[in-house]
């Protein structure tokens, strides 16, 4: 299957997109873990994402497109892909149609994922990473790790991401509004939309998502 996710900061995506990546068994691709790789590794990509990214605002498209791009043609993505976070405005989203069309494959489903604003702003403020590896993320409140500041599946070191700054949020959020929201429009011109909420424990909205995916709806 080939699914993009999208839902504003903090909905659950990146949560989500391991569980179901995991069951569909293909790769989640996620350009906001791409980039913080590249950060921690210290390349010129990173370097630029870095300034973009701690204010909140989209990296430039040039960039962006091209790393999802070279991402896609990995051999692991052949059969299909989960992009999280990835297109993120409209003219990403053509350009993802190019690619596609280019190979001659298509969308299955863009799976959007509902949260309100005052749920995102907890999940955000409380939401700690692991520093060895991007997918281990736990939450002060609703899933603390055992031990304050410890990887239960890892042992790293857990962090507060330099961009979940309540001022930071406030503009990733209003980015949400203004330039990526226009893509589930887009999307649902081409009948690809499934939207559920994103609400509730987190092993009901992946079995919420697996329903949604199956039906279409
Ligand atoms: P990115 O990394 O994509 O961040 P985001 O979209 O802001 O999304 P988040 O990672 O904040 O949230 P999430 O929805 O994944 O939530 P999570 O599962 O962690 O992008 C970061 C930046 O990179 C962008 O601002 C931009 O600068 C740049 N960028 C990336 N892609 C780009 C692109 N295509 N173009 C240009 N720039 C780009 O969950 C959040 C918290 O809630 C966690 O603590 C989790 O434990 C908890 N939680 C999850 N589900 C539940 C639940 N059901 N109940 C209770 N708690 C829950
Ligand atoms: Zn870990």
């Known amino acids: 299957m080939r699914i993009v996710l999208v839902g504003p900061p903090g909905a659950g995506k990146g949560t989500q997109a391991t569980r179901l990546a995991e069951k569909l068994r293909i790769p989640h691709i996620s350009t906001g873990d791409l980039f913080r790789a590249n950060i921690s590794r210290q390349t ?18 040039e960039v962006t497109i091209a790393m999802a791009k070279d991402r896609m ?6 059969g299909g892909f989960l992009l999280d976070g990835f297109p993120r405005n409209v003219s990403q989203a053509e350009a993802l149609d190019e690619l596609l069309q280019t190979e001659g494959i298509k969308l299955d489903a863009v799976l959007d994922l509902e949260a309100p604003e005052d749920e995102v702003v907890k999940r955000i403020a409380g939401r700690r990473v692991c520093r060895k590896d991007s997918a281990h993320v736990f939450h ?39 330039q990526t929201e226009p893509i589930i429009g887009y999307y649902r011109a081409q009948g690809l939309v499934v939207t559920i909420s994103a609400m509730g424990p987190v092993d009901e909205v992946t079995g919420r998502a697996l329903e949604a995916l199956k039906s279409g709806k």
């Open 44 to 61: 010129e990509l990173g370097k630029l994402a870095k300034s973009y990214m701690d204010a909140g605002n989209l990296v430039p498209d």
């Open 73 to 78: 043609e990995q051999p692991d993505a052949e």
């Open 140 to 178: 002060v409140t609703y899933s603390p790790p055992k031990q304050e500041g410890v990887c239960d599946a890892c042992g790293g070191e857990l962090y507060q991401r330099d961009d979940d700054s309540e001022e930071t949020v406030r503009t990733r959020l209003e980015v949400y509004h203004t």
